[in-house]
C-alpha cells in the first residue's frame, strides 16, 4: 500500500518561506502524476501545483506562479512545494496526492499539513 506522509508546514511571516515535503513509501511513483493541493477554511480544494513524477510540463495554479515550485528527488521518493513570498492568503491545510497512470482523477493523498501565513 502507498502512503504519502507530508512535512514541512508551520507558521510564517508574510514574504518568508516553507519548503513542504511529501514522501512516498511503499513503492515509487515513477507513472505518476504528483500534486500539490491546498484548502483554507470555507473555501473547495485548490490544485496549486503538479508535475509528472519522470518529469514534463509542470503545472501552476496562476495565484502561485513565480513563487511556489513543485520539484522531486528520485533517490529518495520525495516531492517538495518550495513556496516563496508568502502571503496571507496562503493559509490553507495542504495536502500532497498522486494521480496513477490509469486514473482519472487524483487517487492518493496525505493528511495534509498546516500552512498559517501572519500578516
Known amino acids: 500500500q502507498v502512503q504519502l506522509v507530508e512535512s514541512g508546514g508551520g507558521l510564517v511571516q508574510a514574504g518568508g518561506s516553507l519548503r513542504l515535503s511529501c514522501a512516498a513509501s511503499?513503492?515509487?511513483?515513477?507513472?505518476?502524476?504528483m500534486g500539490w493541493f491546498r484548502q483554507a477554511p470555507g473555501k473547495e480544494r485548490e490544485r496549486v501545483a503538479a508535475?509528472?513524477?519522470?518529469?514534463?510540463?509542470?503545472y501552476y495554479a496562476d495565484s502561485v506562479k513565480g513563487r511556489f515550485t513543485i520539484s522531486r528527488d528520485y533517490a529518495k521518493n520525495t516531492v517538495y512545494l518550495q513556496m516563496n513570498s508568502l502571503k496571507p492568503e496562503d493559509t490553507a491545510v495542504y495536502y500532497c496526492?498522486?494521480?496513477?497512470?490509469?486514473?482519472?482523477?487524483?487517487?492518493?493523498w496525505g493528511q495534509g499539513t498546516q500552512v498559517t501565513v501572519s500578516s
Open positions: 496526492a498522486a494521480k496513477s497512470p490509469l486514473a482519472d482523477k487524483y487517487n492518493l
Open positions: 511503499g513503492r515509487t511513483l515513477s507513472s505518476y502524476i
Open positions: 508535475k509528472p513524477w519522470s518529469g514534463g510540463n509542470t
